[in-house]
């Protein structure tokens, strides 16, 4: 009965009756320029899966399945920057293939960069038909990933029906017309660009509640142009217009997050821009986060470009080994180098890895943006038994001497003089960056202390049973403690700071993990929440100029950095994904608690 009062209802908006023009809104229509020999996978709504397209002479076109094997799913999924494949798709009829079949017969070692670098008949030599089109799976996730492409369900419907929803699934009495139009990378027989058009029938009265669709008295249709990339999402985002309920996953939420935007579905947009935290780490190529901050960038989106600086900058470790290292822009890495949460081994680490992406790119920047990347180095954090080899070893030292032979001139003067010394000097800036420690993890600055939980897969280094020694008087005597106390605890020695002048001062540390306020208390710690890590020094050789800032780092896994904080006093309290405050989450909350050390010059 409430689904014909809802049917009933609607067709009495409809019976407006409303006829005249259409309307035209560009959206979405970044489209980067294909170059020769480019691969892209189409017919998905995963952006993991889809039939192989390769463009050749101004026209996209499909590839034959014959012969094909995991070697050359391999090198499509590697040339589409993802983990590896997982499989070959044959005989699957992927929707609205291009005229051309560009590729046929095959043959890959597996090895090679692109697709076009394996054997083959040549373009356009084929006795294939489209039913014999290949499609490739591949992987998103390897050894070092973290999570599935999961769906994230938004409802913001409170009691609207989804038997709206299904009146839009049916298309009964839609008088409104969207059609999508895609730039197809190809080329018109008059030179003009090919475009892609797919028609979606809505409802007019249900998308006139959103003034961007333009839905006045005379408006019967629109045309939205739209990447091909967004464009299988568009349905679902008019049909959220009908429940206000959508499912978001990895593959979708930039594109859903850009469509909110133009058409200012405000609540929608703000969900899908807090959904990014979660969705950020699934990528385990990189890849996305890259595009995330590009996007972010583009928009002026200033809360996700820090969200993905932020997470790049504690994972800038496994940035470098991923595949989107070489390809990562100018301006996101002297983002990244600007910071001192950056976590990473130690600073000559830092100066390997920006050499090496510089040499990679060395045709595309100029001298000039090279060298401007190599001064966010901070030369005097570089230890001091490295700075003798810099010259010997760097592929950039005879390009950029001058760079180098002042951050190694200010290097040798920071581990050979007093601080109080170099403060009388007045080309010297202690509040310059390059003389504070980034977040270290290398001996012997940092350790890890594991949570003891049962059935954990992580090891514990020492483990110590603490009783209740007090114990209390009962009625009927002395009563010992029933339960004990597993507190996970390692000690370790650092340095007084980093600088060669107090590589003989040393500090002796002890690092405790409290699952449990009770095991606080049991320690004679008050701690206002738990779990909790304590850091203290049990043995301090003073000095009035220096004070640590330590960290306490959050593994998810073994796989990626999910939080990173300091301490309160000598504690510091860990969040969990229940209580919403993780900066990333980590599944079932496994994680690896790991203290560094920041011994800083005040």
């Not at 083959?120 to 499609?135: A, L, P, Q, R």
């Not at 999402?233 to 959508?246: E, L």
């Not at 800032?549 to 229940?578: E, H, P």
């Amino acid at each position: 009965m409430q689904a014909l009062r809802n049917l009933h209802t609607l067709w009495l908006l409809l019976l407006l009756g409303l006829s005249g023009r259409a309307f035209k809104l560009d959206i979405l229509k970044v489209n980067s320029e294909p170059r020769e020999g480019d691969l892209r996978l189409s017919g998905s709504e995963s952006a993991s899966e889809g039939r192989v397209e390769v463009y050749h002479d101004g026209k996209w076109g499909t590839v034959c399945d014959d012969g094909w094997d995991l070697s050359e799913a391999q090198v499509v999924c590697r040339q589409l920057n993802f983990p590896g494949a997982k499989s070959v798709v044959v005989g699957k009829q992927y929707p609205q293939a291009p005229e051309r079949i560009w590729l046929d017969d095959i043959s890959c070692q597996g090895t090679e960069s692109q697709l076009v670098s394996c054997g083959f008949k040549g373009w356009g030599k084929t006795d294939c038909s489209h039913k014999e089109d290949v499609g490739v799976i591949c992987e998103t996730d390897n050894n070092n990933s973290t999570i599935s492409n999961s769906t994230y369900s938004l409802d913001h419907s409170i009691s609207l029906s989804e038997d709206l929803g299904r009146i839009f699934d049916s298309g009964t009495g839609c008088d409104f017309l969207i059609t999508l139009q895609s730039l197809t990378g190809n080329k018109e027989a008059d030179g003009s660009p090919e475009k892609m058009k797919t028609i979606i029938c809505a409802h007019k009265m249900i998308l006139s509640l959103f003034p961007n669709f333009n839905t006045s008295s005379d408006m019967t249709s629109i045309t939205v142009d739209i990447s091909m990339q967004c464009q299988p999402y568009f349905t679902s985002f008019v049909r959220y217009f009908y429940t206000h309920k959508i499912d978001v996953t990895f593959s979708s939420a930039l594109c859903l997050h850009q469509m909110a935007s133009k058409f200012k579905v405000k609540y929608l947009m703000e969900d899908i821009g807090r959904l990014f935290s979660k969705i950020i780490p699934e990528d385990a190529s990189y890849v996305s986060q890259g595009s995330l901050y590009q996007y972010a960038v583009e928009t002026g989106d200033l809360v996700l470009e820090e969200n993905c600086i932020q997470f790049l900058a504690w994972n800038y470790r496994n940035l470098t080994n991923s595949q989107a290292w070489t390809n990562l822009p100018s301006k996101l890495l002297q983002a990244l180098l600007t910071r001192s949460d950056l976590v990473v081994p130690d600073e000559y680490f830092v100066l390997q890895t920006v050499e090496s992406w510089i040499t990679k790119n060395s045709n595309s920047i100029s001298l000039e943006t090279q060298a401007k990347l190599l001064s966010f180095i901070r030369f005097p954090m570089i230890p001091a038994e490295r700075l003798y080899d810099i010259e010997s070893s760097s592929p950039l030292y005879k390009t950029h001497v001058n760079v180098y032979r002042d951050g190694v001139l200010k290097a040798y003067q920071f581990n050979v003089l007093l601080f109080s010394n170099l403060l009388s000097n007045p080309k010297f800036n202690k509040e310059n960056d390059e003389y504070k420690p980034r977040t270290y993890t290398a001996a012997p600055w940092s350790t890890n202390v594991y949570s003891p939980v049962k059935n954990s897969p992580y090891p514990v280094q020492r483990q110590y049973q603490r009783y209740n020694q007090r114990g209390s008087y009962g009625r009927y005597g002395y009563n010992q403690p029933t339960q004990p106390s597993f507190t996970a605890t390692k000690s370790f020695v650092t340095p007084l700071h980093n600088s060669l002048l107090f590589q003989g001062n040393t500090t002796s540390w002890e690092a405790d993990l409290f699952s449990t306020q009770q095991q606080c208390s049991w320690r004679g710690v008050a701690c206002e929440s738990a779990p909790a890590v304590r850091l203290r020094q049990s043995y301090y050789s003073p000095n009035s100029q220096i004070l640590f800032r330590n960290r306490l780092l959050l593994m998810c896994q073994d796989k990626y950095v999910c939080q990173v904080q300091g301490f309160k006093g000598d504690l510091a309290y860990i969040s969990t994904n229940d209580s919403q405050a993780l900066a990333y989450p980590c599944p079932n909350n496994r994680y690896t608690y790991m203290v560094v050390v920041r011994p800083e010059y005040i």
